[in-house]
């Protein structure tokens, strides 16, 4: 039995993407939700099952209040950047639920505001996942929050294969020159150029403040329906030919320091494994990816992890420009969410995407570079 | 090495049966490490089971060589990012130990930030932090 083709994304809803909203996580969840479903052309009432990740937005059932649906036949939360897709997707394809959707409503430039020494409050009421694990080993050393967990996985990487800062600043200046063409990516006005790269300032030595996401108040839903009902839909429905998650021995988020061998991304490698095998494709078909960029120096490690290119070779081929990636100007831009990478998958299907790239048949999608992956890959 | 700011708490970790012999022993100055005593393998962090032999009761704590490399290392620079109590610019480093795990820890006071490296021979050290805290820190190793 396999998942290959049997749903498809019918629908996304977005709220506005701003700076602080007054709107609560909870109205900002309804909100997304209803525009989902307005997107497909469906009701709310179609509505029968509703995912969402374990550590940001409302509860399904606060947000079954809002929204007057008399039933859900199917709701979940997981952990872990946006595997709660899969539930929704496995719901749909086992016949558990036919409109499922997955949302995520964030209030991440509300929390970045936060003076440091709300620390620990902001540490329980933000997203970041990192209260959930075993935290002991790192605290109280000052290893505090996902960057300085991130860089020092990034700071192997660049010394094991020699990378040079300027081929880390080309996957900053690629994909913001995508975000500057992007109406939704508030945070990017024009491309950031290498000079200003090159100049900007350290935070977790070697990860610099233009390397990481911004904190976005935003709702964002996904409806998935059944692949031939999505056919009788508003818009051209994305069909998944797979999704798949990623968890290796001794991971851990973004602190797998234990892992044999932390720079290849295992979580990252056996994921992208599954998602080629069950949609029978290899990375060389994929013509769009769009990849975490929470921390743009990541980005190098998932080309390799994901097949595009070999052990040591991503820098050169982000440089190269040789995949377009994150066409939206991803989380740089349009600040982080995961899910509006899964946005810009699915405009890049329907050829409404601002950085629309020709013939854009099969889309890769990816979330949790260094710490437990998950991803999609789609298609018209 | 690093300077504490007067006032804000470390955050300490949180102790359960799983990990307490190891802060125990840590309170007591001594670094040990997890292992497994049926099939020898270390293990970090701590864990309750044997993830090879599936056994709870062959999980003991050893002493450690307290000999490493510094297997990668971490600058917070700014305020913006850095954990309050602690003065920038600190150094946090994952060190390999000799047993094979790698443990993470901030550099003694006689390796300055910028002279840390990957590769750098380093040995464990202790420093007490305040009437509860004693953590590890990593100093110069010579052999």
């Given at each position: 039995m396999s998942i290959k083709d049997k749903t498809a994304i019918a629908g996304i809803g977005l709220t506005e993407y701003s700076t602080g909203t007054d709107l609560t996580e909870w109205a900002l969840a309804s909100l997304c939700i209803k525009n989902a479903a307005e997107d497909a052309g469906i009701t709310v009432k179609d509505i029968d099952g509703l995912v969402k990740d374990i550590d940001d937005?409302?509860?399904?059932?606060?947000?079954?209040?809002?929204?007057?649906?008399?039933n859900l036949l199917y709701s979940s939360e997981s952990h872990w950047g946006t595997s709660s897709m899969l539930n929704a997707i496995s719901a749909v394809a086992s016949g558990t639920a036919n409109n499922v959707v997955y949302y995520r409503s964030r209030k991440g430039a509300t929390s970045d505001k936060r003076s440091?020494?709300?620390?620990?409050?902001?540490?329980?009421?933000?997203?970041d996942s990192i209260s959930i694990l075993r935290i002991d080993f790192y605290e109280p050393f000052g290893l505090v929050n996902p960057v300085g967990c991130a860089a020092m996985i990034i700071q192997r990487y660049m010394n094991e294969y020699n990378i040079k800062p300027e081929q880390m600043g080309s996957v900053v200046t690629g994909i913001t020159e995508y975000g500057a063409k992007n109406?939704?990516?508030?945070?990017?006005?024009?491309?950031?150029?290498?000079?200003?790269?090159?100049?900007?300032?350290?935070?977790?030595?070697?990860i610099r403040e233009i390397e990481c996401a911004k904190g976005v108040d935003a709702g964002i839903a996904i409806l998935?329906?059944?692949?031939?009902?999505?056919?009788?839909?508003?818009?051209?429905?994305?069909?998944?030919?797979?999704?798949?998650?990623?968890a290796a021995m001794n991971g851990e988020f973004f602190t797998g320091y234990n892992q044999e061998k932390m720079t290849a991304l295992p979580e990252m490698v056996s994921m992208g494994?599954?998602?080629?095998?069950?949609?029978?494709?290899t990375a060389k078909d994929?013509?769009?990816?769009?990849?975490?960029?929470?921390?743009?120096?990541?980005?190098?490690?998932?080309?390799?992890?994901?097949?595009?290119?070999?052990?040591?070779?991503?820098?050169?081929?982000?440089?190269?420009?040789?995949?377009?990636?994150?066409?939206?100007?991803?989380?740089?831009?349009?600040?982080?969410m995961d899910s509006n990478r899964i946005v810009e998958a699915v405009r890049q299907v329907r050829g409404t995407s601002t950085s629309q790239v020709d013939n854009a048949e099969i889309i890769l999608y990816a979330a949790g570079a260094g710490g437990p992956a998950d991803g999609l890959i789609i298609r018209k | 090495m690093v300077e504490y700011v007067p006032g804000i708490p470390i955050l300490k970790p949180y102790i359960d049966a799983d990990n307490k012999a190891y802060w125990d022993a840590v309170k007591e100055e001594k670094f040990v490490v997890q292992q497994c005593n049926k099939c020898k393998n270390y293990y970090q962090p701590p864990r309750p089971m044997c993830p090879e032999c599936l056994t709870l009761d062959t999980m003991e704590f050893v002493p450690s060589t307290g000999k490493g490399e510094v297997y990668s290392y971490i600058i917070y620079t700014t305020d913006k990012m850095a954990y309050p109590a602690m003065k920038i610019p600190y150094a946090v480093m994952v060190v390999e130990m000799e047993e094979g795990v790698r443990i993470t820890a901030n550099n003694a006071p006689d390796i300055d930030t910028d002279e840390i490296y990957i590769g750098m021979p380093v040995e464990v050290t202790f420093?007490?932090?305040?009437?509860?805290?004693?953590?590890?820190?990593f100093k110069k190793r010579k052999s």
């Open positions: 937005g409302w509860d399904c059932s606060y947000v079954q209040k809002t929204l007057g649906i008399d440091p020494s709300d620390y620990r409050v902001a540490k329980e009421t933000m997203d109406p939704l990516a508030l945070y990017t006005d024009k491309a950031v150029t290498m000079d200003e790269y090159m100049n900007s300032e350290m935070v977790a030595d070697p998935i329906t059944r692949a031939e009902m999505a056919k009788d839909m508003k818009q051209t429905p994305a069909i998944i030919m797979s999704a798949a998650q990623g494994d599954e998602l080629y095998r069950i949609a029978g494709i994929v013509n769009v990816a769009q990849l975490d960029d929470r921390f743009t120096p990541m980005v190098p490690m998932q080309v390799e992890a994901l097949g595009f290119c070999g052990a040591g070779e991503g820098a050169a081929f982000c440089e190269a420009r040789s995949l377009p990636i994150n066409t939206a100007g991803g989380s740089l831009g349009e600040g982080f | 420093a007490k932090i305040d009437d509860d805290l004693t953590l590890y820190q």
